[in-house]
């Protein structure tokens, strides 16, 4: 029921982990095959490995920053690494980074060599590559797709940042070159805190910011894609249980990929992200992904389509027994009042912002007509 | 020991030795095991360059460098060795110093010594002799841009691109008369710097003055050289120095210094390459940072790549494989920069 079919390959479901460390050799990408994983991405490969600072991962509830993490193993040593993922069964993308097109051209090369599915373009990282990051720039970015799409023949797909002014231009970039798909998106460049006794940033130079920080832009960045480039994406960004892979899934996703979480809780939450997914379709009579792919695009209008109507909050008129006045307290317009235990709501004030429907614990208010 | 005389203490014959030796795996493990003990009593070791005739094999290959003095090339020869030991083959490095007889002489030897590939940096190669190499069948790579064949694998640089990016940082930091020691080697990429300033200077309308564009040796003693003539030749100091090395950017601030001239207060500096000193001198150097390292890196792997392709008897590329690598420019604080705009963050 969950098996899909992205970039041509057969995936047992589409929830993959993301390129990263806990990717980081032949045995670890055997290990999330394993815990249910529909595809796994290595940890990015570079030209020349280089030594990581410490610390370069830094945490807190809602997700993570990192600074630059790249593979240490040497091309020369992913043609074992590989026999060893591959050994496993499933699919492995290659993930490579570099800043020349010829340079990435090689090293795909290499991986298609060494028995990769498909190729991840990761020039999209924020951390330690300067201000400007290469995925930010659609020309460079077509250069550098096109010559990694003819040196290979695998499914060549493109990490994509949402650090750049237009999305869209970028993915349409990658089609034109003859990319098969894009991945949205990367860390996002941030700062997680600061430590105010000692002054101290929470890592000593700035950082990608990934985990449930960046979902809303993940959900904004494939929906942009979806609606404006026909490429299958898969969505990144946030995900850490079914309904979040769903949530990207019906913005126009194809598949997803799931990093943060996996660092934090380990590779069983891809078991359990899968389980849920499986359930829910169940629950939902959904035979095919096809079904729910790109559903709420259809709910999803540009600012001008959009009908001005004079709808305002109704309290439903069930009295509230909620021992909360949120929403009294969030209404900008005084237009809600407490009594007891019944809300009310003047209408004449109330300018249908909607705030109060989303702030309500117990969803009692509603805008209508 | 040799060879024959170990067959004799084992009771078997050469071939099973060298069975031992090379493919142990086709050996029944009880003799290989008899015959092992007695190669490491005996402290037996192949002959290296027999078993190089046999397979046609010397696991060896050939490094010509421009000059082993300069920590840059250094840097890239490490490289190659890195690669080269991962892939169980020694490297032998030669010094051309900057001789193309002298590199002419070494290829012939190294040739000679049957080397399974060659790889040269910054190499003076003319026509002819490239093509002497291509019949001789020896997989070669160069390093650097080409003067002669562009059908050869090549990793390079684009020089004419960094030397740009640089001259317009200088223009950025409010610099407009800005001279160039350029240095005479490697040639093709000091056409290509030289070429990136000046386009960059037309581009900002700016006025490219001859007289502020100096062919220096390429080394701290040319920088050295190049800018005490320039200072005490031009009637008025230029705003910034642009050096097309940075040992040439080394030689010239030290020449500086001993004119009493302030870095950068007085007079700007960058250079080229991003040495390991760059960052240790005072006031440290900016500087186009050159991938060293990945130019080893790739050019071994190319080589081994090439070898692997010669033994596989796959038919024959047509196509040369170049990999360009990417500058990047180094914001320190010898160019007088003022704010940190375009810093690595």
């Given at each position: 029921?969950?098996?899909?079919?992205?970039?041509?390959?057969?995936?047992?479901?589409?929830?993959?982990?993301?390129?990263?460390?806990?990717?980081?050799?032949?045995?670890?990408?055997?290990?999330?095959?394993?815990?249910?994983?529909?595809?796994?991405?290595t940890?990015?490969?570079?030209s020349?490995?280089?030594?990581?600072?410490?610390?370069?991962?830094?945490?807190?509830?809602?997700?993570?920053?990192?600074?630059?993490?790249?593979?240490?193993?040497?091309?020369?040593?992913?043609?074992?690494?590989?026999?060893?993922?591959?050994?496993?069964?499933g699919?492995?993308?290659?993930?490579?980074?570099?800043?020349?097109?010829?340079?990435?051209?090689?090293?795909?090369?290499?991986?298609?060599?060494?028995?990769a599915?498909?190729?991840?373009?990761?020039?999209?990282?924020?951390?330690?590559?300067?201000?400007?990051?290469?995925?930010?720039?659609?020309?460079?970015?077509?250069?550098?797709?096109?010559?990694?799409?003819s040196?290979?023949?695998?499914?060549?797909m493109?990490?994509?940042s949402?650090?750049?002014?237009?999305?869209?231009?970028?993915?349409?970039?990658?089609?034109?070159?003859?990319?098969?798909?894009?991945?949205?998106?990367?860390?996002?460049?941030?700062?997680?805190?600061?430590d105010?006794?000692?002054?101290?940033?929470?890592?000593?130079?700035?950082?990608?910011?990934?985990?449930?920080?960046?979902?809303?832009?993940?959900?904004a960045?494939?929906?942009?894609?979806?609606?404006?480039?026909?490429?299958?994406?898969?969505?990144?960004?946030?995900?850490?249980?079914?309904?979040?892979?769903?949530?990207?899934?019906?913005?126009?996703?194809?598949?997803?990929q799931?990093?943060?979480?996996?660092?934090?809780?380990?590779k069983?939450?891809?078991?359990?992200?899968?389980?849920?997914?499986?359930?829910w379709?169940?629950?939902?009579?959904?035979?095919?992904?096809?079904?729910?792919?790109?559903?709420?695009?259809?709910?999803?209008?540009?600012?001008?389509?959009?009908?001005?109507?004079?709808?305002?909050?109704?309290?439903?008129?069930?009295?509230c027994?909620?021992?909360?006045?949120?929403?009294?307290?969030?209404?900008?317009?005084?237009?809600?009042?407490?009594?007891?235990?019944?809300?009310?709501?003047?209408?004449?004030?109330?300018?249908?912002?909607g705030?109060?429907?989303?702030?309500?614990?117990?969803?009692?208010?509603?805008?209508?007509? | 020991?040799?060879?024959?005389q170990?067959?004799?203490?084992?009771?078997?014959?050469?071939?099973t030795?060298?069975?031992v030796?090379?493919?142990?795996?086709?050996?029944?493990?009880?003799?290989?095991?008899?015959?092992?003990?007695?190669?490491?009593?005996?402290?037996?070791?192949?002959?290296?360059f027999?078993?190089?005739?046999?397979?046609?094999?010397?696991?060896?290959?050939?490094?010509?460098?421009?000059?082993?003095?300069?920590?840059?090339?250094?840097?890239?020869?490490?490289?190659?060795?890195?690669?080269?030991?991962?892939?169980g083959?020694?490297?032998?490095?030669?010094?051309m110093?900057k001789?193309?007889?002298?590199?002419?002489?070494?290829?012939?030897q190294?040739?000679?010594?049957?080397?399974?590939?060659?790889?040269?940096?910054?190499?003076?190669?003319?026509?002819?002799y490239?093509?002497?190499?291509?019949?001789?069948?020896?997989?070669?790579?160069?390093?650097?841009?080409?003067?002669?064949?562009?059908?050869w694998?090549?990793?390079?640089?684009?020089?004419?691109?960094?030397?740009?990016?640089?001259?317009?940082?200088?223009?950025?930091?409010?610099?407009r008369?800005?001279?160039?020691?350029?240095?005479?080697?490697p040639?093709?990429?000091?056409?290509?710097?030289?070429?990136?300033?000046?386009?960059?200077?037309?581009?900002?309308?700016?006025?490219?003055?001859?007289?502020?564009?100096?062919?220096?040796?390429?080394?701290?003693?040319?920088?050295?050289?190049?800018?005490?003539?320039?200072?005490?030749?031009?009637?008025?100091?230029?705003?910034?120095?642009?050096?097309?090395?940075?040992?040439?950017?080394?030689?010239?601030?030290d020449?500086?210094?001993?004119?009493?001239?302030?870095?950068?207060?007085?007079i700007?500096?960058?250079?080229?390459?991003?040495?390991?000193?760059?960052?240790?001198?005072e006031?440290?150097?900016?500087?186009?940072?050159?991938?060293?390292?990945?130019?080893?890196?790739?050019?071994?792997r190319?080589?081994?790549?090439?070898?692997?392709?010669?033994?596989?008897?796959?038919?024959?590329?047509?196509?040369?494989?170049?990999?360009?690598?990417?500058?990047?420019?180094?914001?320190?604080?010898?160019?007088?920069?003022?704010?940190?705009?375009?810093?690595?963050?």
């Open positions: 029921m969950l098996n899909t079919t992205f970039l041509g390959m057969e995936l047992p479901n589409p929830v993959m982990i993301a390129a990263g460390p806990w990717n980081r050799d032949g045995k670890g990408l055997k290990e999330s095959l394993e815990a249910g994983a529909g595809a796994v991405v940890e990015s490969i570079v020349d490995t280089m030594l990581d600072v410490r610390p370069r991962i830094s945490c807190d509830r809602l997700g993570a920053e990192n600074i630059r993490m790249y593979s240490d193993i040497q091309v020369e040593g992913w043609e074992r690494e590989m026999d060893i993922a591959k050994s496993a069964g699919v492995v993308i290659a993930s490579i980074s570099g800043h020349t097109p010829s340079e990435l051209a090689y090293l795909a090369s290499k991986m298609e060599r060494f028995g599915d498909a190729i991840e373009l990761s020039v999209s990282n924020p951390a330690a590559e300067s201000l400007e990051v290469v995925a930010s720039h659609a020309d460079i970015l077509f250069d550098m797709t096109k010559e990694v799409v040196a290979v023949s695998l499914p060549v493109v990490k994509l949402q650090n750049t002014t237009n999305i869209s231009k970028v993915a349409k970039a990658v089609k034109a070159a003859g990319g098969s798909g894009v991945t949205a998106i990367n860390t996002v460049r941030g700062i997680l805190g600061v105010l006794e000692k002054a101290v940033p929470s890592l000593s130079t700035y950082g990608g910011i990934s985990g449930e920080y960046i979902r809303p832009l993940g959900l960045s494939v929906a942009t894609i979806a609606q404006t480039v026909d490429i299958p994406i898969c969505g990144v960004g946030g995900i850490s249980s079914a309904q979040n892979a769903l949530e990207y899934l019906m913005l126009g996703a194809s598949a997803v799931v990093g943060t979480d996996v660092m934090i809780q380990g069983d939450s891809i078991r359990k992200i899968v389980q849920d997914l499986e359930i379709a169940q629950n939902h009579n959904v035979r095919s992904l096809e079904e729910i792919r790109g559903k709420a695009l259809e709910n999803l209008k540009a600012f001008d389509e959009m009908k001005f109507e004079p709808a305002v909050s109704h309290a439903n008129g069930v009295p027994g909620e021992n909360c006045s949120l929403c009294v307290n969030a209404c900008m317009y005084s237009a809600i009042s407490r009594s007891g235990d019944s809300i009310s709501i003047d209408r004449s004030r109330c300018t249908g912002c705030l109060c429907t989303s702030i309500c614990p117990a969803k009692k208010l509603k805008l209508d007509l | 020991m040799n060879i024959k170990i067959a004799e203490a084992a009771g078997v014959s050469v071939a030795v060298s069975r030796l090379n493919h142990p795996e086709n050996v029944a493990p009880k003799t290989r095991e008899k015959i092992q003990k007695i190669i490491d009593e005996e402290e037996y070791t192949p002959n290296w027999a078993q190089g005739l046999n397979f046609k094999k010397t696991r060896t290959i050939g490094l010509v460098l421009p000059q082993n003095i300069n920590s840059a090339n250094m840097e890239v020869a490490n490289a190659v060795e890195e690669v080269a030991r991962q892939k083959y020694i490297t032998l490095i030669c010094n110093e001789d193309p007889r002298r590199e002419k002489e070494y290829l012939d190294l040739i000679t010594r049957k080397v399974d590939g060659l790889i040269l940096l910054y190499s003076t190669l003319n026509e002819e490239a093509s002497w190499i291509e019949d001789e069948n020896v997989p070669a790579v160069l390093i650097g841009e080409t003067r002669a064949r562009d059908n694998d090549s990793v390079f640089v684009d020089c004419r691109a960094g030397a740009a990016e640089m001259t317009a940082h200088l223009i950025e930091c409010g610099h008369r800005i001279a160039m020691l350029c240095g005479k080697d040639e093709p990429e000091a056409k290509a710097m030289l070429q990136g300033y000046k386009n960059v200077l037309k581009a900002s309308g700016i006025k490219v003055e001859e007289t502020l564009i100096y062919q220096v040796n390429n080394n701290i003693e040319g920088g050295y050289i190049g800018m005490k003539k320039m200072i005490g030749r031009l009637p008025k100091r230029p705003d910034a120095v642009f050096a097309s090395s940075d040992e040439i950017a080394y030689g010239a601030m020449a500086l210094k001993e004119m009493k001239l302030r870095v950068p207060e007085d700007a500096v960058a250079g080229f390459g991003n040495d390991r000193m760059s960052s240790l001198m006031p440290k150097v900016t500087t186009v940072e050159l991938p060293y390292r990945k130019m080893g890196i790739y050019g071994a190319m080589l081994f790549d090439q070898i692997e392709e010669k033994e596989s008897k796959a038919p024959k590329r047509r196509r040369a494989k170049k990999i360009q690598l990417q500058t990047k420019i180094r914001i320190r604080k010898s160019c007088g920069h003022r704010e940190r705009i375009g810093e690595m963050f």
